[in-house]
């Protein structure tokens, strides 16, 4: 139930926030870890991170209008994959943003990055997760992803992907390792 209060909280506010051109803007969603967040460690568990990024993509495409042409086409977001890296818990009632960005693109897919940003009592920022997803918008009909270039015509974005980082590739080259084993 917690999801779909956080989503319909994001719709509504998405009226009142800035758009976001999704080749170079950040989303900045804030968040509290709440009780219903918890596992039996009592920080907030690893499947919340990975359902909170959710909403940081859903931000991006309705921010950046990219939900038009979504729902106009039909089209679907899938994650193809993910890696995340934990470096300090999330406590109870504990106050974070999660920033989300596109850092590259192939022909059908996008690398995007999800930061989990808490602060010290001084200010100071704590990274507690980074993860890498790769995804795209699947086409049902057409039976494929959509190309990056259709995606980026239909909110007339023109862009050329950005290099990607060496821990980029590793994440892109990991991952193509996992699909030939599977």
């Given at each position: 139930?917690?999801?779909w209060?956080r989503?319909?909280?994001l719709i509504?506010?998405?009226?009142?926030?800035?758009?976001?051109n999704?080749v170079?803007d950040?989303?900045?969603?804030?968040?509290?870890?709440?009780?219903?967040?918890?596992?039996?460690?009592?920080h907030?568990?690893?499947?919340?991170?990975?359902t909170?990024?959710?909403?940081?993509?859903?931000?991006?495409?309705?921010?950046?209008?990219?939900?038009?042409?979504?729902?106009?086409?039909?089209?679907?977001?899938?994650v193809?994959?993910?890696?995340?890296?934990?470096?300090r818990?999330?406590?109870?009632?504990?106050?974070?943003?999660?920033?989300?960005?596109?850092?590259?693109?192939?022909d059908?897919?996008?690398?995007?990055?999800?930061?989990?940003v808490?602060?010290?009592?001084d200010?100071?920022?704590?990274l507690n997760?980074?993860?890498?997803?790769?995804?795209?918008?699947y086409?049902?009909?057409?039976?494929?992803?959509?190309?990056?270039?259709?995606?980026?015509?239909?909110?007339?974005?023109?862009?050329?992907?950005?290099?990607?980082?060496p821990?980029v590739e590793?994440?892109?080259?990991?991952?193509?390792?996992?699909?030939?084993?599977?």
């Open positions: 139930m917690n999801l209060l989503i319909l909280h509504i506010a998405s009226f009142v926030r800035p758009k976001l999704p170079r950040v989303s900045r969603l804030t968040f509290r870890v709440w009780p219903h967040d918890l596992d039996t460690s009592l907030m568990n690893n499947g919340r991170y990975w909170l990024m959710d909403l940081g993509r859903t931000d991006l495409m309705i921010r950046s209008g990219l939900w038009r042409p979504i729902l106009k086409h039909g089209w679907v977001p899938v193809a994959a993910g890696q995340i890296r934990f470096r818990e999330l406590k109870p009632f504990r106050a974070f943003t999660m920033e989300t960005r596109i850092l590259t693109w192939s059908s897919h996008v690398v995007m990055e999800h930061r989990l808490s602060r010290n009592k200010g100071s920022p704590i997760a980074i993860a890498l997803v790769r995804a795209g918008l086409d049902r009909k057409e039976r494929r992803f959509v190309a990056m270039e259709r995606l980026l015509g239909e909110i007339s974005v023109q862009a050329e992907a950005p290099v990607a980082a821990e590793a994440f892109l080259t990991a991952e193509e390792t996992l699909k030939s084993a599977a």
